[in-house]
């Protein structure tokens, strides 16, 4: 699994950079364009590829759907973190270039910093992941990730030691993805894997749906700055959802 999500954290990572650094050239519509274009070819070639398969797998064992704690638990845990990721990666760069005084380069330059470790930590996460308790990893990680960006939206220090923070969060927050993908394969049943997966990236979608509202309407009210102030115990609190069903994980 984390082998499989490089590709996407490299995207990710590189996008802010790419984007802003066409946007200063050439305005917003041109890297907007390119990216209403980018993903067919590769829609394309993907359907010309998947071969259509059906029954299931000899030897599966059946198992009843996870029961409804473990779900929730699951599920709450996926809405919060997707909420802060897409809470920072919608409205860090514009902090940073409104707020702070950026260029436009440099803002989605800053936030390529955070998202690109990904890219490094993933494969090292999987390995951890399959020797050392899951549950324990979700759960320093998530608690690690809350205190570095407690850090920086509280004192936002300037040069070397912002990107070290910013290193530091991307590392905490793609450290927990291998062993929470993981948590939910064990207590999802065989016929059932892809329903449970498709629960909890749902929340993940509807908390990516609602985090730009929320934190840009409070943002309006009040600062950006005071907004960013909530998404540390939000982290925070997300691995307790794990920890109350940890015995019948």
Known sequence: MSVQAIGGSLGVGLAPFVLAFLASIYGWRTPLQILAVAGLPFLLFFLLRTEETKGTKPGRVERSFPKLSLAVAFAIFFFLRAFVFKSITTFLPTYLVEVKGFSLGLGGFTTSILLLPGVFTLPVAGVIADRFDRVLIVVLSSLSSALVLFLVVTYFPSGVLLYVLLISLGVFLYLSFPAILSLVKEVSPGDEYGRTFGINFTMTAASGTVAPVIVGYIGDLFSL??????????????????LVVKNRI
């Open 225 to 242: 700055g005071f907004a960013f102030r909530f998404l540390p115990i939000l982290l925070f609190i997300a691995p307790f959802s794990i």
